[in-house]
């Protein structure tokens, strides 16, 4: 596998469904991001971890609850979701902006929840 | 706040020469950046200005004006494959991480 990699690819739940969503990067990347994608809306940034610190929380709802294990892995948790919050989530990585350089995000092709 | 522009879609003509506008207001810059997403797939980098000026790479360039808050992604010799959405992004802060600003994007849809 390389660069950013994310599972499941599509997901239905309820909104009584606790689900996860999990991302992996082969990168050697130091910080690690989600973002939601919803239609006609920019990107939207929910959590980043730097050296597996969560070093942004936007004012996310709680029942979204990310989690990285390591450098290479990021989670999701989903809990009583509501129809609202159906869109794309999006992974990527970096190399922290402290180590010089552009850093560009690498993203993952995203996991497409639909919540019903 | 943190705000940024660009159209919502335009289009074009294969061959053709296209230039895509973003303007931004921010809480610091340091640094703009060009995706480009196609339908279902993740972004993917296209190039990165911090100082003024044009930066070219191919077929596709990008200019900043960090004075006006502006930038715009030139392609050049258009193609099909080009039919995407193109994300402007600023990274708004200093500190330790990056964090970037996302506009809506700009659908771009290439013609024969």
């Known amino acids: 596998e390389t660069g950013v990699t994310q599972t499941p690819r599509h997901l239905v739940m309820g909104m009584t469904n606790k689900k996860s969503l999990k991302c992996e990067q082969h990168?050697?990347?130091?910080?690690m991001y989600w973002y939601k994608q919803s239609a006609k809306k920019p990107l939207e940034l929910m959590f980043v971890?730097?050296?597996?610190?969560?070093?942004e929380n936007n004012s996310v709802p709680s029942r979204f609850s990310p989690e990285c294990p390591n450098s290479s892995h990021l989670f999701l948790h989903l809990h009583t979701l509501q129809p609202e919050d159906s869109a794309l989530y999006l992974c990527?990585?970096?190399?922290?902006?402290?180590?010089?350089?552009?850093?560009?995000?690498?993203f993952g092709p995203g996991t497409r929840l639909t919540v019903l | 706040g943190q705000n940024i522009d660009q159209p919502t879609e335009m289009t074009a003509t294969e061959g053709a020469i296209v230039q895509i506008n973003c303007t931004y207001q921010?809480?610091?810059?340091?640094?703009l950046f060009w995706y480009q997403q196609h339908a279902g797939e993740a972004p993917t980098f296209l190039s990165y200005?911090?100082?003024?000026g044009l930066e070219e790479k191919g077929r596709f360039s990008s200019f900043l004006s960090r004075s006006k808050g502006y930038s715009y992604l030139l392609l050049k010799e258009l193609q099909m494959k080009d039919s995407a959405s193109y994300l402007c992004?600023?990274?708004?802060?200093?500190?330790?991480?990056?964090?970037?600003?996302f506009g809506t994007g700009t659908r771009l849809l290439v013609s024969p």
């Open positions: 992004a600023v990274r708004a802060t200093n500190t330790g991480f990056q964090k970037l600003v």
């Open positions: 990168l050697g990347h130091n910080a």
């Open positions: 971890y730097s050296l597996e610190e969560r070093v």
């Open positions: 921010t809480s610091g810059f340091n640094g």
């Open positions: 200005n911090v100082l003024d």
């Open positions: 990527a990585s970096s190399q922290d902006y402290t180590s010089g350089g552009h850093n560009e995000q690498f």
